[in-house]
């Protein structure tokens, strides 16, 4: 069974920095990309970032571009979300989430989400 | 920048069908997916590649997509139905990209 388990939210001020995690179990973490969706309260999903299974490839939405770093440790099979220069606006729940299998960013499996509330 | 508008709200009767729209420029060429939430869950996956249903989906569920929109149809909607849906699309120039969400009331 697919279990993404995200960490890692908080309370943090504006300009603060945050790490999220995402462990990942129940199949074979580095085949395939990995990616955070967001959700502010009470809105839609936003896309966040993306990053291939190799971890050579990363993506991110213009939102958070020069603002937060993707990564992952497939020895570990887990995914990683650094965020720094925090704004009120990234006040969100943040999922991890994983394709379904032969289908690129078409998200089948989801964490149960980690929030992260940026505010003084 | 790729934008995907849904409609905020649509309501429909126990046991019958609801259409869910979304639309974008050329959406048609490109794949959509679309997911169910409920609330305090996370979101669903419940069609992805236009028009595939991953396992364990009720068939009631179907999507298509053509020219700018893709719909989801939910045949002999049922109580349970009642979530917030989103469409989704991918684009090499902007990535990943959500629409809005539609609530679907089920009077």
């Known amino acids: 069974e697919v279990q993404l388990l995200e960490s890692g939210g908080g309370l943090v001020q504006p300009g603060g920095s945050l790490r999220l995690s995402c462990a990942a179990s129940g199949f074979t973490f580095s085949r395939y990309v990995m990616n955070w969706v967001r959700q502010a309260p009470g809105k839609g999903l936003e896309w966040v970032s993306s990053?291939?299974?190799?971890?050579?490839?990363?993506f991110y939405a213009d939102s958070v571009k020069g603002r937060v770093t993707i990564s992952r440790d497939n020895s570990k099979n887990t995914l990683y979300l650094q965020m720094n220069s925090l704004r009120a606006e990234d006040t969100a729940v943040y999922f991890c989430a994983r394709d379904i299998s032969g289908s690129a960013y078409q998200f089948e499996h989801w964490g149960q989400g980690t929030l992260v509330t940026v505010s003084s | 920048s790729y934008d995907l508008t849904q409609a905020p709200s649509v309501s429909v009767s126990p046991g019958q069908t609801a259409s869910i729209t979304c639309s974008g420029d050329k959406l048609g060429e490109k794949y959509a997916s679309w997911y169910q939430q409920k609330p305090g869950q996370s979101p669903v996956l419940v069609i992805y590649?236009?028009?595939k249903r991953p396992s364990g989906i009720p068939e009631r569920f179907s999507g298509s997509n053509s020219g700018n929109t893709a719909t989801l149809t939910i045949s002999g909607t049922q109580a349970m139905d009642e979530a917030d849906y989103y469409c989704q699309t991918w684009d090499s120039s902007t990535y990943v990209v959500f629409g809005g969400g539609t609530k679907l009331t089920v009077l």
């Open positions: 590649q236009d028009t």
């Open positions: 990053i291939s299974g190799s971890g050579a490839d990363t």
